[in-house]
Each structure stands twice: as structure tokens, then as C-alpha cells.
């Protein structure tokens, strides 16, 4: 496809379930991004990549989270023992290059839901 | 401390009448400015940037944003509003870790 995909669109889960969220970036993009998105918030930056690298991962809010890109292209957001306060828009965002002027395309985002 | 800051969090404006979304900003290096639409579902859509090279910014839709340094300002404004244009609008400081205002929700009455 053309832009940036993410799955599952919706998840519910039950407190303490762990969760794993794909992205698929635009192809050929070099960085790729995360967010959380809380209601009625911005979204709020939580790692990125440069190719397969982790160049910032300080946004992540516990050691819960942890993000991946293997092979510099799909990536994957894994929350463990999810708890109530994860529940949030979660957007994956792909740029060309890492740079603080370049656009970013984001995907539609993974609901996350926490009972 | 880098921030952004967008007064209101819903406007509302008449079908044909002029659309101001306000955005302040506060960066200790000369800034790269976005704003972004956001619709139900969706993900967010540049609408436009400020990359320095111009200080009034045209993008798609009719939308338009101008930087102000002396104020920290980078306002979108719209002469005409549709009803189209309803959505959620962030405005953003550009950077490896993004900073994006709490949003605008704008409402367009018929």
C-alpha cells in the first residue's frame, strides 16, 4: 500500500494481558515512529528508529513497552501485563529521512482498551 | 524547555466565515513548525510546515499559517470555512521527538 498501515485497528484487553501492535511504514522510509495518544490529548512521542536502530526510546512510560524493528522496516509495540492507563490511540509514524523538518506519515493508529 | 501550546480546545465558526487556530511555541533553537489534521478514525495529515524559507506557509485546503518569531506564534487561518474542514487540528514543533499541542477541535456550523 501506499501509506502507513497499523494492526489490529482495535484491541481490547483484559488487565495483565500482554498486546503486540504492527506497523507497516511507507516503504523505503528510514525512521520510524511512535505515540501514544491519550483522549482528547496530542500524541505524545514514545521511540523511534533509524533503520533497525532504537536512537530514542525515553517517551516509552515503563519498562512494559517495548518496541522493535528487526529488519528496519515492520515494527512492533509489545506492552506487558497491560494495566488500565495503557488504554490510548497508539500511532506509528514513518519519515524518509531523520530530520527535525521532515513531514511524518502517520497511520490511522491501533485503539487500545483495557478492561 | 520546548513546548506548544494551542489556546482553545474547541472553536466553533459559521459555514463561510474565517477559521483562527491559535499556536504558540517556545523552542531555545530556531523552530520547524507543523500543523497537522486529524479526522475521526484517521491518522494525522500534514497540512503544512515552516521550515524557515518563508514566514507565510500555504497548504492544502485553503489553509494558511504564518510564523511570527517576535510573538512565538504560528497561527492557521482559513478565509472560508466548510464544512469539510471539521476535524482536530494539532500544531507541532518539529524535532527527533515531535511536540504536538493538546489540539483544536473545530466545529463548522451550517
Known amino acids: 500500500g501506499a501509506g502507513v498501515s497499523q494492526s489490529p485497528r482495535y484491541k481490547v484487553a483484559k488487565r495483565g494481558q500482554d498486546v503486540a501492535l504492527r506497523c507497516d511504514p511507507i516503504?523505503?522510509?528510514?525512521?520510524l515512529f511512535w505515540y501514544q495518544q491519550a483522549l482528547g490529548q496530542g500524541p505524545e512521542f514514545l521511540t523511534y528508529?533509524?533503520?533497525?536502530?532504537?536512537?530514542?526510546k525515553s517517551g516509552l512510560p515503563s519498562d512494559r513497552f517495548f518496541a522493535e524493528r528487526p529488519e528496519g522496516s515492520v515494527s512492533t509495540l509489545k506492552i506487558q501485563r497491560t494495566q488500565q492507563e495503557d488504554s490510548a490511540v497508539y500511532l506509528c509514524?514513518?519519515?524518509?529521512?531523520?530530520?527535525?523538518?521532515?513531514?511524518?506519515?502517520f497511520g490511522p493508529g491501533t485503539r487500545l482498551t483495557v478492561l | 524547555a520546548q513546548s506548544v501550546t494551542q489556546l482553545g480546545s474547541h472553536v466553533s465558526v459559521s459555514e463561510g466565515a474565517l477559521v483562527l487556530l491559535r499556536c504558540n511555541y517556545s523552542?531555545?533553537?530556531?523552530?520547524?513548525l507543523f500543523w497537522y489534521v486529524q479526522y475521526p478514525n484517521q491518522g494525522l495529515q500534514l497540512l503544512l510546515k515552516?521550515?524557515?524559507?518563508?514566514?507565510l506557509v500555504k497548504g492544502i485546503n485553503g489553509f494558511e499559517a504564518e510564523f511570527k518569531k517576535s510573538e512565538t506564534s504560528f497561527h492557521l487561518t482559513k478565509p472560508s470555512a466548510h464544512m469539510s474542514d471539521a476535524a482536530e487540528y494539532f500544531c507541532?514543533?518539529?524535532?527527533?521527538?515531535?511536540?504536538f499541542g493538546a489540539g483544536t477541535r473545530l466545529f463548522v456550523k451550517a
Open positions: 528508529f533509524q533503520n533497525e536502530a532504537q536512537l530514542d
Open positions: 516503504s523505503g522510509h528510514v525512521s
Open positions: 507541532a514543533l518539529g524535532g527527533f521527538k515531535t511536540i
Open positions: 515552516y521550515t524557515s524559507a518563508a514566514t
Open positions: 509514524a514513518s519519515s524518509l529521512f531523520t530530520s527535525s523538518y521532515n513531514e511524518q506519515f
Open positions: 523552542s531555545s533553537v530556531p523552530p520547524y
